[in-house]
């Protein structure tokens, strides 16, 4: 997978995936279309943390695609400090985004990865792995995953099945 050329090494790695009775065309179609926007549910979790975010100018949509395998692979990334109640967003232009590694801050990558797994059927993976470049803040970061990993997962779960609806037309 392109993520793992682009994070080998990580201090954090959640996966989810999902199988979806359609082909992968549409599947793929569906995945790349997808923002944390096009969900209220997940909306509504994050509007706090938002406005936060917002007031130091840092909007949360910020997730420049990095690389790209078309049909099969797309990786997101984003860097900050993600423990902060803003997440303290930096602005990095994509080609710098692999070679960021400041120390106090933490790098993400998420992905979309698709295989045909037979007629009309995919299964599509999503990982997100964090790398955090600073003793004391892989301490904080390791506090806040505790605190919102479970709703992490949630949101990735509620992507997977929002491109899955969006795959067969629902």
Partial sequence: MLI???MP???LIIRHERVIAAPQRRVWQAARAMTIRKLLRVRVLLWIREIFSRLNGQPLET???VAEKEG????MAICGKFWAISGNI???PVEVIPLYQAKGYAKAYWNFHLESIGV???RI???TRVQVYGKQELKRFRLYWA???PGAGWIRSEILKAIERESLGR
């Fill in 147 to 149: 605190l919102v990993g």
């Fill in 90 to 92: 930096v602005n990095v």
């Fill in 120 to 122: 009309g059927q995919t």
């Fill in 125 to 127: 993976v999503s990982e």
């Fill in 72 to 75: 099969t692979e797309v990786v």
């Fill in 63 to 65: 997730f420049p695609v």
């Fill in 4 to 6: 793992d050329n682009l």
């Fill in 9 to 11: 090494v990580y201090d």
